[in-house]
C-alpha cells in the first residue's frame, strides 16, 4: 500500500483540488489512502478534506516536516509519498512511484514541478528548479528534493529521524540523510502541478534568495518567514 499524506494549513481554497486529483489515480483506490494533517486551519480546511481523505487530523509536531511526520507515523502504507495542499498530482503520480519503488527498490524517490499558473516567468522559475535537480542528481553533489513530490520508504525514513523543523530546507537535508539507509532516486517523470501563487504574490527573485538565505543559515532564520513559520507552531 501507498500512503499520501498532505500538509494543510488554512487551505480551503486549494485543497479540494489537490484531494481530488490524489483520488483520481490510474492505480486502484484501494491500494493507497490519503492522510490529511492540519496545522491547525482556522479557515474550512479539514471540513473540505474530511470526505476526500481517508483521515484527517491536527498535527503535534511543529512546521512542515512535522506534519509529514506526523502523517508518516500514522501511515499504513510501506511507501510514504508527500504532496502540498496547493500542488496538483497527475493520474500517474502514484503509479509511477510505485513502480520506481519496485524496479529500483530505492529508499526515496523525487521528481519534477511544472507550474500551475501560466505565463513565461513561472515556467523559467521552475525550469531553472528542475535543472538544478537533474545537475545535482547526476553530478551527486545534491539531491534537491522537494517536500511537494518526494516519496520515500518509511521503514527507512523513519531509522533517518524524519525531517527535521526548519523553516526551509528540510526536504533536502532528509535526502542527504535518507542515501545512508540506500538509493535516493531522481526520477523526473514523476511530476506535479507545483502552484506560483507565493513567488507572484511576494516576487520570484525575493522568494528564492529567501529560500538561499534560510537554507544557508542552516535552515532556521528569524528574518524572513519563508516557510511561514506560523505553520504548526
Known amino acids: 500500500m501507498i500512503t499520501a499524506v498532505v500538509p494543510t494549513f488554512n487551505e480551503e481554497k486549494n485543497i479540494v483540488a489537490c484531494l481530488v486529483s490524489l483520488n483520481r489515480q490510474t492505480i486502484p483506490r484501494s491500494e493507497y489512502e490519503i492522510i490529511v494533517v492540519d496545522g491547525n486551519s482556522a479557515?474550512?480546511?479539514?471540513?473540505?478534506?474530511?470526505?476526500?481523505?481517508?483521515?484527517?487530523?491536527?498535527?503535534?509536531?511543529?512546521?512542515?516536516?512535522?506534519?509529514?511526520?506526523?502523517?508518516?507515523?500514522?501511515?499504513?502504507?510501506?511507501?510514504?509519498?508527500?504532496?502540498?495542499?496547493?500542488?496538483?498530482?497527475?493520474?500517474?503520480?502514484?503509479?509511477?512511484?510505485?513502480?520506481?519503488?519496485?524496479?529500483?527498490?530505492?529508499v526515496e524517490v523525487y521528481g519534477t514541478v511544472y507550474p500551475l499558473e501560466g505565463g513565461l516567468k513561472n515556467r523559467i522559475a521552475l525550469g531553472m528548479a528542475n535543472t538544478f535537480a537533474r545537475l545535482g542528481y547526476y553530478t551527486r553533489t545534491l539531491y534537491y528534493s522537494l517536500g511537494c513530490n518526494t516519496a520515500v520508504d518509511r521503514d527507512a525514513f523513519i531509522r533517518a529521524g524524519m525531517y527535521r523543523p526548519m523553516d526551509a530546507g528540510e526536504d533536502i537535508e532528509i535526502s542527504l540523510r535518507m542515501k545512508q539507509f540506500g538509493k535516493v532516486l531522481f526520477d523526473p517523470k514523476v511530476q506535479v502541478g507545483f502552484s506560483m501563487r507565493r513567488y507572484e504574490q511576494f516576487g520570484t527573485v525575493k522568494s528564492i534568495y529567501q529560500w538561499l538565505y534560510i537554507v544557508w543559515k542552516g535552515g532556521e532564520s528569524s528574518k524572513y518567514s519563508y516557510s511561514r513559520r506560523e505553520y504548526g507552531k
Open 43 to 106: 479557515d474550512r480546511t479539514r471540513e473540505l478534506a474530511a470526505p476526500l481523505a481517508d483521515l484527517v487530523f491536527v498535527q503535534t509536531s511543529p512546521r512542515v516536516g512535522g506534519a509529514r511526520n506526523d502523517g508518516a507515523m500514522r501511515a499504513k502504507g510501506e511507501i510514504v509519498a508527500f504532496a502540498d495542499a496547493d500542488c496538483v498530482v497527475p493520474p500517474d503520480w502514484l503509479l509511477r512511484i510505485r513502480d520506481d519503488f519496485a524496479r529500483y527498490h530505492p
